[in-house]
């Protein structure tokens, strides 16, 4: 059984760092993507970051880059996003999640497997 576990969210102040983490079980972790997206009250679903299996190569959205940062440790089955900078607007319930190809890897609709959720709260 698959399994994501996200942690790291919590409460902070426009311009503060949060590091997201993500657990995966059950999966051979370096034949996946991995990907992390939001979701703030009333809105869709949205991408943030993916890495590919080796995590030599990172795709963000247009408002994370520069700020967000995405990385997989596979021998411990964990990928990361360290978020710096952080705006109220990236408030969110933050999402880690898993598919085996790079294709519409911005796409939810793509990942087969995702965690609960963690949310990220930043105050102005």
Do not use: H
């Amino acid at each position: 059984q698959v399994q994501l576990v996200e942690s790291g969210g919590g409460l902070v102040q426009a311009g503060d760092s949060l590091r997201l983490s993500c657990a995966a079980s059950g999966l051979i972790f370096s034949n996946y993507y991995m990907g992390w997206f939001r979701q703030a009250p009333g809105k869709e679903r949205e991408f943030v970051a993916a890495v590919n299996w080796s995590g030599s190569r990172t795709y963000y959205a247009d408002l994370v880059k520069g700020r967000f940062t995405i990385s997989r440790e596979n021998a411990k089955t964990m990928v990361y996003l360290q978020m710096n900078s952080l705006k109220p607007e990236d408030t969110a319930v933050y999402y880690c999640a898993a598919k085996r190809s790079i294709n519409n890897y911005d796409s939810p609709s793509a990942y087969g497997y995702w965690g609960q959720g963690t949310q990220v709260t930043v105050s102005s």
